[in-house]
């Protein structure tokens, strides 16, 4: 309440902020962020060396993130019973492993229900500064999909883009505003997320790279030369104010 200013990541998280906290929406600046720039596209020999290393499948979607509530994992999870048994889901994120909390035990009646565990893969020990296998399991992946409740930004989607992966992306929260015209918009359902995966899996090699261009063109909108010079600038009108 005495801050003269919040800086937020997104438009969506700027209403929120306005509508659960009453914070006047002037006083609220968006800067957006922004996939570290060191993602890109990995060549065929470095995603064959990652896949070997982690002994993943030739097809899989991806998922990179945690596990809350909001991210909607056992619907993702869901999804991969209605698709032909080559395909799998690779989950990347430190929380994919068996735990006494209310998230994975959610992840964990799903695989059973779905009888899909042997085609989920996940990964947890990828070091943050591990840059060059995060880049290989974006590039190397059919798709990246965000199956999100609900975002404040969405951050793995502009990283999957850099690597020139197609995005599927559910039609909440943030993530319309930073996917742009981009991804295949899907409800957060199993068979809505199905639907996505299988559209991207129908493009011709064409139209595949047409997509992968698009996304390369609008990832470069965001920076983060731009998040801290406009950051800069909302501290300088703090500091001129007084």
């Given at each position: 309440k005495l801050a003269q200013r919040v800086i937020t990541d997104s438009l969506y998280s700027k209403q929120k902020i306005h509508e659960h906290l009453?914070?006047?929406?002037?006083?609220?600046?968006?800067?957006?962020?922004?996939?570290?720039?060191?993602?890109q596209a990995q060549p065929s020999s470095v995603i064959q060396q990652v896949i070997q290393k982690y002994d993943l499948p030739k097809t899989?979607?991806?998922?990179?993130?945690?596990?809350?509530?909001n991210k909607n994992?056992?619907?993702?999870?869901?999804?991969?019973?209605f698709l032909p048994e080559d395909m799998h889901l690779v989950c990347v994120g430190k929380n994919f492993f068996p735990q006494h909390i209310p998230e994975w035990q959610w992840i964990a009646a799903q695989l059973e229900m779905s009888q899909v565990a042997h085609r989920v893969h996940f990964v947890t020990d990828i070091a943050s500064d591990d840059?060059?296998?995060?880049?290989?399991?974006?590039?190397?992946?059919?798709?990246?999909?965000?199956p999100s409740l609900s975002e404040g930004f969405g951050l793995p989607v502009l990283e999957a883009l850099q690597c020139n992966c197609p995005v599927v992306s559910s039609n909440?929260?943030?993530?319309?505003?930073?996917?742009?015209?981009?991804?295949?918009?899907?409800?957060?359902?199993?068979?809505?997320?199905?639907?996505?995966?299988?559209?991207?899996?129908?493009?011709?090699?064409?139209?595949?790279?047409?997509?992968?261009?698009?996304?390369?063109?609008?990832?470069?909108?965001?920076?983060?030369?731009?998040?801290a010079e406009q950051t800069k600038t909302i501290y300088k009108q703090i500091a001129q104010s007084h």
């Amino acid at each position: 309440k005495l801050a003269q200013r919040v800086i937020t990541d997104s438009l969506y998280s700027k209403q929120k902020i306005h509508e659960h906290l009453a914070i006047p929406l002037p006083k609220i600046e968006v800067t957006y962020l922004a996939a570290n720039p060191a993602l890109q596209a990995q060549p065929s020999s470095v995603i064959q060396q990652v896949i070997q290393k982690y002994d993943l499948p030739k097809t899989y979607f991806l998922y990179v993130g945690d596990i809350n509530y909001n991210k909607n994992i056992p619907q993702l999870i869901k999804a991969l019973k209605f698709l032909p048994e080559d395909m799998h889901l690779v989950c990347v994120g430190k929380n994919f492993f068996p735990q006494h909390i209310p998230e994975w035990q959610w992840i964990a009646a799903q695989l059973e229900m779905s009888q899909v565990a042997h085609r989920v893969h996940f990964v947890t020990d990828i070091a943050s500064d591990d840059i060059v296998t995060m880049a290989a399991l974006y590039s190397g992946a059919l798709c990246y999909v965000q199956p999100s409740l609900s975002e404040g930004f969405g951050l793995p989607v502009l990283e999957a883009l850099q690597c020139n992966c197609p995005v599927v992306s559910s039609n909440r929260g943030s993530l319309p505003e930073v996917g742009g015209e981009v991804p295949v918009y899907i409800e957060p359902t199993a068979e809505d997320i199905t639907h996505g995966i299988e559209r991207i899996q129908q493009l011709a090699h064409s139209e595949r790279e047409a997509l992968i261009e698009k996304g390369k063109k609008w990832t470069a909108k965001f920076s983060w030369q731009k998040t801290a010079e406009q950051t800069k600038t909302i501290y300088k009108q703090i500091a001129q104010s007084h």
